[in-house]
């Protein structure tokens, strides 16, 4: 084991000591690649008047009027403000969360924190949940296909797309030129 890596007690010391960290907030948060969701706990007697929330790209500000903020701070990184959004929802237990949800410009970062001024979480550890091909964009999704067949080519020790097409235009060309002779060409 290589000496800058934590041993397995330090590890479980770290994760304690962030779950720690996280639970002592005063909301909860979770994110995708693409996004983040908070939900801040507030009575169930307020309605929308009674909060302050502000999103801006790179800040947030939630909490009731005339209390201080339950957040407040610069947000590591930019949000997209018009896809941003937050409600006011009933739990079942009598009181309402404000549900805030920021939709990131940079859609491929996990943030370690949600403001500048929060403890941060391990992103290395973050495990994201496997997306759908039909999840993808027309032109990621082809490059995906087109790496998934490639790699099944190699494993069964069949040229790759990009071989192939490579031959065929070689063929096309040979087709094309049947004067010439290409019996002892090499194609790297």
């Known amino acids: 084991m290589a000496d800058n890596?934590?041993?397995?007690?330090?590890?479980?010391?770290?994760?304690?000591?962030?779950?720690?960290e996280q639970a002592a907030l005063p909301y909860e948060w979770d994110q995708?690649?693409?996004?983040?969701?908070?939900?801040?706990?507030?009575p169930g007697n307020l309605k929308g008047r009674d909060l302050v929330v502000?999103?801006?790209?790179?800040?947030?500000?939630?909490?009731?009027?005339?209390?201080d903020p339950i957040i407040d701070g610069d947000l590591p990184h930019a949000i997209s403000t018009e896809d941003s959004t937050w409600t006011l929802t009933s739990a079942p237990d009598g009181t309402k969360t404000v549900e805030i949800h920021l939709d990131k410009v940079?859609?491929?970062?996990w943030w370690a924190h949600v403001v500048t001024s929060a403890p941060k979480i391990d992103v290395?550890?973050?495990?994201?949940?496997n997306s759908k091909l039909s999840d993808l964009d027309g032109e990621t999704r082809g490059m995906v296909e087109k790496m998934m067949y490639?790699?099944?080519?190699?494993?069964?020790?069949?040229p790759t797309s990009d071989d192939q097409?490579?031959?065929?235009?070689?063929?096309?060309?040979?087709?094309?030129h049947p004067e010439l002779d290409f019996t002892n060409a090499k194609m790297s």
Request: hydrophobic content about 30%; charged content about 40%.
């Open 54 to 67: 502000e999103i801006k790209r790179q800040k947030l500000k939630a909490g009731i009027k005339g209390q």
């Open 106 to 109: 940079n859609k491929m970062e």
């Open 165 to 176: 097409k490579k031959a065929d235009i070689l063929k096309k060309f040979q087709a094309d």
């Open 32 to 42: 995708t690649i693409g996004d983040l969701d908070i939900n801040i706990t507030v």
């Open 5 to 20: 890596e934590p041993t397995p007690e330090q590890e479980a010391a770290a994760r304690a000591k962030e779950a720690e």
């Open 150 to 158: 490639d790699q099944r080519q190699k494993e069964q020790g069949l």
């Open 124 to 129: 290395t550890k973050i495990q994201p949940e």
